[in-house]
């Protein structure tokens, strides 16, 4: 049987090929300046803008984009069509799509003034595209903000003391921030000192698991799963709510560099046990595949094409849309140094198809080989972790909540922060308030009331799988229209720059994600639950159109954006003095 540690080997090898080689290619050819200003001090306020020591910024950045998807997806995709397939497009899509992706979003970005990546399209194919991208970002915010709300619920639910850890943790990071920010004290004994209550908080939260609604019990609420997970999911998203209101060096910050702490040592720590586990022999299993290396182009289920369905399946691991916002929405306010943006842009995506390969390992070690989706997934990343861990003596009683709690956050630091992003997107598309209307739909405290109703609706239809289709597919079409803004971007800047390196990914994309939302629509939905006559309830077919219309919806609007963008593209290649700006290459 294959050892699991050729899955690790495979995808280090390629990835750290990727980083010493094609990043700082990458680097080079965008010219990053050390010395030129950045958004950050250019516009410093003390609540958006505000430079973070590298470190920080990468445990907020890591921790933003680093969702349940990269384990959702791989362990699904892993299920159902085998590990090979779930393998390849991680540890060759990472570095060629999805680093590349995150990168020149960051990039482009820093150039113009921290902005959106749909103000950016708006600079030079007009106010139309601008709209229609920030539009087609807020609906894909909407889809995050109930997928991983759900998500978060289910493992509360599975593994209550993952509850407690991060209650304690949100207010140990409360307090950091404070101790930080306000205080102005040391930051070395701080970090240590906090980052010690934060594992502290995992035994406490394994001693004093928190329940809202006990088994059997009921709510008055929708039931989503079963009564506890109903009850946590309204829970989450005002949290959600709240702290994307307040001032990022509050909490944003301070929590997600104690909590990258956490995610550091699940990812790393699985990573290193599965070394140990291999050559020492110490883990409480052999650390083996247990599930088919392919199980055909139809896969596990029968029903659902390996192309183009994997390939949205693993969405975030390999390349992600959702990193366009982080990078171009909050990252680049608070980069210290352009020069950062190679470690945090290219390097945090390199570390989320880390999380990627763990989540394939957990699965190849725990050995599920029916059922996929949320219901398989989540179990099988703590559970299979948790065997992981017994290579360093760690009981399998202790490594699987941690797992969990690593899992939860990953979840609730990017919840909050797509929340954020989803609040930024609707002040873009407003601009200056002219009505009551407006002014409430931008305001820090109503706006994310405009995006955690319907994403609690979407929630409350039951409907998962199709919801986490419609989100990946979406994620992956946002995925090519960040590198569609990037390409035009270079080709504005300078006609002589090579646009292979963000365009073929962008061509790959659109296609991939095309027929992927298609499918979702006219078979998934069209197909089998209408011209089939599948049984449904009231709420199921009206959620079912929601759906096909949804998707319909996005693929016109991401295509109407990328003919833009090829038809800017192609004025200025055809007509060399064209181009609207110089590539924000000035150093005021």
Same mark, same amino acid.
């Given at each position: 049987?294959?050892?699991v540690?050729?899955?690790?080997?495979?995808?280090?090898?390629?990835?750290?090929?990727?980083?010493?080689?094609?990043?700082?290619?990458?680097?080079q050819?965008?010219?990053?300046?050390?010395?030129?200003?950045?958004?950050?001090?250019?516009y410093?306020?003390?609540?958006?803008?505000?430079?973070?020591?590298?470190?920080?910024?990468?445990?907020?950045?890591?921790?933003?984009?680093?969702?349940g998807?990269?384990?959702?997806?791989?362990i699904?995709?892993?299920v159902? +069509?085998?590990?090979?397939?779930?393998?390849?497009w991680?540890?060759?899509?990472n570095?060629?799509?999805?680093?590349?992706?995150?990168?020149?979003?960051?990039?482009? *970005?820093?150039?113009?003034?921290?902005k959106?990546?749909g103000?950016i399209?708006?600079?030079?194919?007009?106010?139309?595209?601008?709209?229609?991208?920030?539009?087609f970002?807020?609906?894909?915010i909407?889809?995050?903000?109930?997928?991983?709300?759900?998500?978060?619920?289910?493992?509360?639910?599975a593994?209550p003391?993952?509850?407690?850890a991060?209650l304690?943790?949100?207010?140990?990071?409360?307090v950091?921030g404070?101790?930080?920010?306000?205080?102005?004290?040391?930051?070395i004994?701080g970090?240590?000192?906090f980052?010690a209550?934060?594992?502290? *908080?995992?035994?406490i939260g394994?001693?004093y698991?928190?329940?809202?609604?006990?088994?059997g019990?009921?709510?008055?609420?929708?039931?989503v799963?079963?009564?506890?997970? *109903?009850?946590?999911?309204?829970?989450?998203?005002?949290?959600?709510?709240?702290?994307?209101?307040?001032p990022?060096?509050?909490l944003?910050?301070?929590?997600?560099?104690?909590?990258?702490?956490?995610?550091?040592?699940?990812?790393?720590?699985?990573?290193?046990a599965?070394?140990?586990?291999?050559?020492?022999?110490?883990?409480?299993?052999?650390?083996?595949?247990?599930?088919?290396?392919?199980n055909?182009? +139809?896969?596990?289920?029968?029903?659902?094409?390996?192309?183009?369905?994997?390939?949205?399946t693993?969405?975030?691991g390999?390349?992600?849309g959702?990193h366009?916002?982080?990078?171009?929405g909050?990252?680049?306010?608070?980069?210290?140094?352009e020069?950062?943006a190679?470690?945090?842009?290219?390097?945090g995506?390199?570390?989320?198809?880390?999380?990627?390969?763990?989540?394939?390992?957990?699965?190849?070690?725990?050995g599920v080989?029916?059922g996929?989706?949320?219901?398989?997934?989540?179990?099988?990343?703590?559970?299979?972790?948790?065997?992981?861990?017994?290579?360093?003596?760690?009981p399998?009683?202790y490594?699987a909540?941690?797992?969990?709690?690593?899992?939860?956050?990953?979840?609730?630091?990017?919840t909050?922060?797509?929340?954020r992003?989803?609040?930024?997107?609707?002040?873009?598309?407003?601009?200056?308030?002219?009505?009551?209307?407006?002014?409430?739909?931008?305001?820090?405290?109503?706006?994310?009331?405009?995006?955690?109703?319907p994403?609690?609706?979407l929630?409350?239809?039951?409907?998962?799988?199709?919801?986490?289709?419609?989100?990946?597919?979406?994620n992956?079409?946002?995925?090519?229209?960040a590198?569609?803004t990037?390409?035009?971007?270079?080709a504005?800047w300078?006609?002589?720059?090579?646009?292979?390196?963000?365009?073929?990914?962008m061509?790959?994309?659109?296609?991939?994600?095309t027929?992927?939302?298609?499918?979702?629509?006219?078979?998934?939905?069209?197909?089998?639950?209408?011209?089939?006559?599948?049984?449904?309830?009231?709420?199921?077919?009206?959620s079912?159109?929601?759906?096909?219309?949804l998707?319909?919806?996005?693929?016109?609007?991401?295509?109407?954006?990328v003919?833009?963008?090829?038809?800017?593209?192609?004025?200025?290649?055809?007509?060399?003095g064209?181009?609207v700006?110089?590539?924000?290459?000035?150093?005021?």
């Amino acid at each position: 049987m294959v050892q699991v540690i050729w899955l690790v080997v495979t995808v280090l090898a390629l990835f750290t090929v990727g980083y010493f080689g094609y990043s700082r290619y990458l680097a080079q050819f965008v010219e990053l300046d050390e010395g030129r200003d950045t958004p950050a001090h250019k516009y410093e306020d003390g609540q958006e803008y505000v430079p973070a020591k590298k470190p920080v910024l990468l445990g907020h950045h890591y921790s933003s984009i680093a969702g349940g998807a990269p384990i959702v997806g791989p362990i699904t995709a892993g299920v159902v +069509w085998g590990w090979v397939p779930a393998l390849a497009w991680i540890a060759i899509g990472n570095p060629l799509l999805g680093s590349v992706h995150d990168f020149v979003s960051l990039s482009s *970005s820093l150039r113009h003034d921290g902005k959106s990546i749909g103000y950016i399209i708006g600079e030079y194919v007009g106010e139309r595209g601008k709209n229609m991208l920030l539009w087609f970002a807020f609906l894909t915010i909407i889809l995050v903000l109930a997928v991983f709300a759900l998500v978060t619920g289910i493992v509360f639910d599975a593994f209550p003391s993952a509850a407690t850890a991060s209650l304690l943790y949100i207010a140990l990071a409360f307090v950091f921030g404070i101790y930080l920010y306000q205080l102005n004290l040391p930051f070395i004994p701080g970090t240590i000192a906090f980052v010690a209550g934060v594992f502290a *908080s995992v035994y406490i939260g394994i001693q004093y698991p928190l329940v809202l609604i006990p088994e059997g019990g009921s709510t008055f609420l929708p039931t989503v799963i079963n009564a506890n997970v *109903s009850a946590w999911i309204p829970i989450i998203i005002i949290y959600a709510a709240l702290a994307s209101a307040l001032p990022v060096w509050m909490l944003l910050q301070p929590r997600d560099y104690l909590s990258s702490f956490l995610l550091y040592a699940g990812v790393g720590g699985a990573l290193l046990a599965i070394i140990v586990g291999t050559f020492l022999g110490t883990a409480s299993e052999p650390l083996v595949v247990n599930i088919s290396a392919y199980n055909g182009f +139809w896969g596990s289920t029968g029903i659902t094409p390996l192309f183009p369905m994997l390939f949205i399946t693993i969405a975030c691991g390999t390349i992600s849309g959702f990193h366009s916002l982080v990078s171009s929405g909050t990252t680049s306010k608070q980069l210290n140094k352009e020069t950062d943006a190679r470690l945090i842009g290219y390097g945090g995506m390199i570390g989320e198809g880390l999380l990627a390969t763990v989540a394939l390992s957990t699965l190849a070690v725990a050995g599920v080989t029916a059922g996929g989706g949320i219901g398989r997934a989540l179990p099988n990343f703590a559970d299979g972790g948790g065997i992981i861990l017994t290579a360093f003596g760690i009981p399998a009683a202790y490594g699987a909540p941690f797992m969990a709690l690593v899992l939860v956050s990953f979840l609730l630091t990017s919840t909050d922060t797509a929340v954020r992003l989803g609040r930024y997107m609707l002040e873009e598309i407003v601009g200056t308030p002219e009505t009551t209307v407006e002014e409430y739909a931008v305001h820090r405290y109503v706006n994310p009331i405009v995006q955690g109703v319907p994403a609690y609706v979407l929630i409350a239809s039951g409907s998962w799988l199709t919801l986490w289709q419609l989100f990946g597919g979406a994620n992956q079409l946002l995925a090519a229209l960040a590198l569609t803004t990037a390409t035009v971007w270079l080709a504005n800047w300078d006609d002589s720059k090579q646009l292979i390196s963000t365009g073929a990914p962008m061509a790959l994309m659109t296609g991939i994600t095309t027929l992927g939302l298609l499918w979702v629509a006219l078979h998934d939905n069209l197909y089998v639950k209408f011209i089939q006559g599948a049984e449904m309830t009231t709420v199921q077919t009206l959620s079912a159109v929601v759906q096909i219309v949804l998707a319909l919806v996005l693929v016109y609007i991401g295509l109407s954006i990328v003919k833009m963008g090829y038809d800017n593209i192609q004025k200025v290649r055809d007509s060399p003095g064209a181009a609207v700006t110089d590539g924000g290459q000035s150093d005021d």
